[in-house]
């Protein structure tokens, strides 16, 4: 398994930004990247459909690329469908993506820690578990955005996006409370961080955003065999739409990814 791919799954194309980091902790190995853009986005889904829909799709992939190990470079998703996953494809290694909720509970000076996500990550019992488990000592605020996905994702595509409709969606994540404020916010989706700059401009005061794409590839690192050297296999980007645009396209261009085929 030392030459199989890494399978890199989101729903659109927040996974970059873990396809990023992933390469600088994996340089020799090959990625294949999935963007469920035809279910974009997930927060209008039922969670039982959303779960039959991604272990339906996991089977195909699975089939057809035979990776190493499957990272599940999405929040929403991974809250949901990591342990459907798993008892499904006994014999396969998941990654997921959760909120960064530990280790803002181990850094927060104030006490005071946001969570900015999505609607259906904060409906999760996952993260209220995760809660409960990790920062009972803090006082946690749970933001769910219905827009900054996809304002996100017209950013990338080089779209112009008004500050204020950013500003509208970070904005409940800053408390001031009785002298302290919020200290941290946890980026809860890898759409997110490709508004960092942003957020740090228009952000009432200074705050960590905690981006866990770092986290995320390191922990797949330590679960793979050593490579036996450097892939000379192109990476590759699969995506469930009938057709990505031309900007999409260019995208995965730029990130060195080869578009090679759709699946649904």
């Not at 990776?67 to 599940?72: D, G, K, R, W, Y």
């Not at 595509?157 to 950013?166: L, N, T």
């Not at 952000?203 to 794409?213: E, K, R």
């Not at 995320?216 to 469930?240: H, M, Q, Y």
Request: glycine fraction near 6%; charged fraction near 20%.
């Amino acid at each position: 398994m030392s030459d199989a791919p890494v399978l890199l799954f989101d729903s659109g194309i927040g996974g970059l930004t873990v396809l990023r980091e992933a390469r600088v902790l994996l340089p020799e190995r090959r990625f294949v990247y999935v963007a469920d853009d035809a279910g974009f986005p997930y927060g209008g889904w039922s969670e039982d459909a959303l779960s039959e829909r991604i272990v339906r799709l996991f089977g195909q992939l699975i089939a057809e690329y035979r990776p190493a190990i499957c990272i599940i470079a999405c929040n929403t998703a991974s809250t949901l469908v990591l342990e459907p996953l798993r008892k499904a494809f006994p014999e396969m290694q998941f990654v997921g993506t959760v909120p960064a909720i530990k280790p803002a509970a181990e850094c927060t000076r104030s006490g005071l820690v946001s969570v900015l996500a999505t609607p259906g990550t904060v409906r999760r019992t996952y993260t209220r578990d995760l809660i409960q488990s990790f920062a009972s000592q803090c006082h946690v605020r749970l933001v769910g955005s219905e827009n900054l996905a996809g304002l996100a994702e017209r950013y990338i595509r080089g779209d112009s996006i008004d500050p204020q409709d950013i500003l509208a969606e970070i904005e409940p994540c800053f408390v001031d409370q009785n002298g302290r404020k919020t200290d941290i916010v946890v980026l809860a989706c890898t759409h997110y961080p490709f508004l960092a700059n942003r957020y740090r401009s228009l952000a009432p005061w200074p705050v960590d955003w905690l981006d866990p794409a770092e986290a995320i590839a390191r922990r797949a690192k330590s679960l793979l065999p050593v490579s036996d050297g450097v892939s000379e296999v192109p990476d590759i980007a699969v995506f469930t739409s009938a057709e990505p645009d031309f900007a999409i396209r260019r995208l995965m261009s730029g990130f060195g990814l080869q578009f090679v085929a759709t699946q649904d």
